[in-house]
């Protein structure tokens, strides 16, 4: 079964900070660009930063450009690596389910059409 696990989700206080981790198979994510996705309650999900099966590259969306970084971890261990989602200065907007995803080019993912998904981790953040 090919899985993407994220966590870290929780409720926060608007300013606080948050990391989110996405733990994916190697074998079977190898060479994937790695997206972090959203959807607040009544909204579409929207696209939130992706990044590179390297690091070298990434993409943000402008909502969360420089409070937002999203980071990868390939040598963690030999069967999983790690995607991060560092969260800083959030705000109630921010509230929604977020999702990682996984995808062969930044240009699918940004456009949501991402070949694996994971179910989703809860983030809350009040006023």
């Known amino acids: 079964q090919v899985q993407l696990d994220e966590s870290g989700g929780g409720l926060v206080q608007a300013g606080d900070s948050l990391r989110l981790s996405c733990a994916a198979s190697?074998?079977?994510?190898?060479?994937?660009?790695i997206g972090w996705f959203r959807q607040a309650p009544g909204k579409e999900r929207e696209f939130v930063a992706a990044?590179?099966?390297?690091?070298?590259?990434?993409?943000?969306?402008?909502s969360v450009k420089g409070r937002f970084t999203v980071s990868r971890d390939n040598a963690k261990n030999t069967v999983y690596f790690m995607t991060y989602l560092q969260m800083n200065s959030l705000k109630p907007e921010d509230t929604a389910v977020y999702y990682c995803?996984?995808?062969?080019?930044?240009?699918?993912?940004?456009?949501?059409?991402?070949?694996?998904w994971g179910r989703g981790t809860q983030v809350t953040v009040s006023s």
């Open positions: 190697i074998r079977t994510f190898s060479g994937y660009v």
């Open positions: 995803a996984a995808g062969r080019f930044f240009s699918s993912l940004r456009s949501q059409n991402a070949d694996y």
């Open positions: 990044i590179n099966w390297g690091g070298g590259s990434t993409s943000y969306a402008d």
